[in-house]
């Protein structure tokens, strides 16, 4: 599985981004999905992630109220939908693919990642 990040840029505290990470190659749709940050000089850590079925979500605090993660099968894409973004979240954002959602880097497949930059 190839996994394909994308939609980051530069953005105001307050703003909306929109990331998708579509899968090639085969199919991704019986895997987990979940998104990780990497701030500048920082370890990746958790942000969110989405069951093979898509009914169960999972945020990390610092994301809580404010991202929402889906998926949509037809097209083998995972989404991560940013809103009143703020500085903290600026960082490399990595999709992942694996067998169930864990707040580790255990998983399968990643994809390259995309720059988010929250400006104040």
């Known amino acids: 599985v190839q996994l394909q990040a994308s939609g980051g840029g530069k953005v105001q505290a307050g703003g909306s981004l929109r990331l998708s990470c579509a899968a090639s190659?085969?199919?991704?749709?019986?895997?987990?999905m979940a998104w990780f940050r990497q701030p500048p000089g920082e370890e990746r850590v958790f942000v969110a992630g989405?069951?093979?079925?898509?009914?169960?979500?999972f945020y990390g605090d610092s994301v809580k109220g404010r991202f929402t993660v889906s998926r949509n099968a037809a097209k083998d894409t995972a989404y991560l939908q940013m809103n009143n973004l703020k500085p903290e979240d600026t960082g490399v954002y990595y999709c992942?693919?694996?067998?169930?959602?864990?707040?580790?880097?255990?998983?399968?497949?990643w994809g390259r990642g995309t720059q988010v930059t929250v400006s104040s």
């Open positions: 190659g085969r199919t991704a749709r019986n895997y987990a």
């Open positions: 989405i069951t093979w079925s898509g009914i169960e979500t």
């Open positions: 992942a693919a694996g067998n169930r959602v864990v707040v580790t880097l255990n998983y399968l497949y």
